[in-house]
């Protein structure tokens, strides 16, 4: 069974830091795309950035310049670095890969969420 794990949310001040990590588990050939979504109260989910593995990223504007997300495609992992955080940053955070298992089904996977607050 393949799943995502993630860690790192928390209560952080306007301005403030804060590092996420997801980790893919489980019969996994291979990895596309790995990266970050998230959903605020009574909103839609929506992209935050977007690793394809292959040095290409892609990131929503409100975050460009603040966020950087990187992998280690080793490990299975995907990191989002949010620096410059703002009170409207705050939203549960959910990873998501697109995921080649080893017998060869593909799969949209998604991780469990991760609540991020921020405080003015």
């Known amino acids: 069974q393949v799943q995502l794990v993630e860690s790192g949310g928390g209560l952080v001040q306007a301005g403030g830091s804060l590092r996420l990590s997801c980790v893919a588990t489980g019969s996994i050939l291979s990895i596309n795309d790995m990266g970050w979504y998230r959903q605020a109260p009574g909103k839609q989910r929506e992209l935050v950035a977007i690793d394809n593995g292959k040095g290409n990223t892609n990131y929503d504007n409100s975050v460009k310049g603040r966020f950087t997300i990187s992998r280690d495609n080793a490990k299975n992992t995907v990191i989002l670095q949010m620096n410059s955080l703002k009170p409207e940053d705050t939203a549960t955070y959910y990873c998501?890969?697109?995921?080649?298992?080893?017998?060869?089904?593909?799969?949209?996977?998604w991780g469990r969420g991760t609540l991020v607050t921020v405080s003015s």
């Open positions: 998501n890969a697109k995921i080649l298992t080893e017998t060869m089904r593909f799969l949209e996977v």
